[in-house]
């Protein structure tokens, strides 16, 4: 699989696990509980992939080849940098949030659902973005020999969750993710 290919199933696999996380907020807002210590699994999951893998090669590979190349997309790419950088910052805080919810703080729900809600939405909207300017420009723009570099680049992404030498366990994270979000997303609710 070529660097394109895997960045786009890349998003494809942090989707599936955001719109869990989007659903999960939506129903904690309406008053449903869900297992802590699952939901800190994910947040783990995110932190360990999408965070230190995905996003530190978009801006070490992808971004600066097309920067060489082109400045029409300078802002959207500026705007992407940010939104990487911000990343763990945020997952802080969901994790400070979410601790907030194990010690039964009040209001600690309400405001780990808003902050899940947030970071799905923000982490859907920074793909599309990706997905609908950069990747398309990417394609269009850089030679063959600079998709050659990246595409050794992005081989060697192990994704814990779904690559397939992903780990029993992890494994069994993901049919816990998928089982939290009603139909017709999961098999809960
Ligand atoms: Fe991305």
Redesign the pocket.
């Known amino acids: 699989m070529g660097a394109l290919q895997i960045?786009k199933s890349?998003?494809r696999n942090l989707y599936r696990v955001l719109h869990v996380l989007r659903t999960v907020g939506y129903a904690m807002r309406d008053g449903q509980r869900f297992d802590n210590q699952l939901l800190g699994a994910i947040i783990d999951y995110i932190d360990a992939f999408p965070e230190r893998f995905?996003?530190p090669k978009?801006n070490e590979y992808l971004f600066k080849a097309l920067r060489r190349v082109s400045s029409v997309a300078e802002e959207t790419l500026a705007q992407l940098e940010r939104e990487h950088q911000d990343g763990p910052g945020e997952i802080v805080r969901l994790r400070t949030a979410l601790a907030e919810v194990d010690k039964g703080t009040p209001g600690a729900d309400k405001l780990f659902a808003d902050m899940l809600v947030s970071y799905a939405e923000m982490g859907m909207g920074?793909?599309h973005k990706?997905e609908s300017i950069i990747l398309p420009l990417a394609a269009k723009e850089l030679s063959a020999e600079e998709w050659k570099t990246m595409d050794e680049a992005f081989a060697d992404n192990r994704d814990p969750l779904f690559s397939e030498d992903a780990r029993e366990e992890m494994r069994g994270l993901y049919s816990r993710i998928v089982a939290l979000a009603p139909a017709p997303w999961g098999v809960g609710g």
């Open positions: 960045i890349e998003h995905h996003h978009e920074h793909m990706e």
